[in-house]
């Protein structure tokens, strides 16, 4: 039902940071999941990381842990992920979307795709 709007993207020098936002203009339901997708020029979207709204417990793809944090603020219905220690091959456009099912990754099974943002890392 919300519609997604991703913010925040940029370019930056490796090992650099971002911090993704992405705002709901309408209700984000308790038991939904939230999730970031990236997606490279001739590359499948790739999962990035996804939260539980209700309780904020989230989980990463491999590439991710350790560098990514995923969060969210209830109150402003906004969507966040803290990228550090950026690499090239992060480089790509950032999607959000929403889920039903707790830990899933395909991009078939999220919903209400946001027109994205551009992340560009150089080396």
């Known amino acids: 039902q919300a519609q997604l709007v991703e913010s925040g993207g940029g370019s930056v020098q490796a090992g650099g940071s971002l911090r993704l936002s992405c705002a709901a203009s309408?209700?984000?339901?308790?038991?939904?999941?939230m999730g970031w997708f990236r997606q490279a020029p001739e590359k499948e979207r790739e999962f990035v990381a996804g939260i539980r709204w209700s309780n904020g417990r989230s989980y990463y793809a491999d590439f991710a842990k350790g560098r990514f944090t995923i969060s969210r603020d209830t109150a402003s219905n906004t969507l966040y992920l803290q990228m550090n220690s950026l690499k090239p091959e992060d480089t790509a456009v950032y999607y959000c979307a929403r889920s039903l099912q707790y830990g899933e990754t395909r991009p078939t099974e999220f919903r209400s795709w946001g027109q994205g943002t551009q992340v560009t890392v150089s080396s």
């Open positions: 309408g209700r984000i339901y308790s038991s939904a999941v």
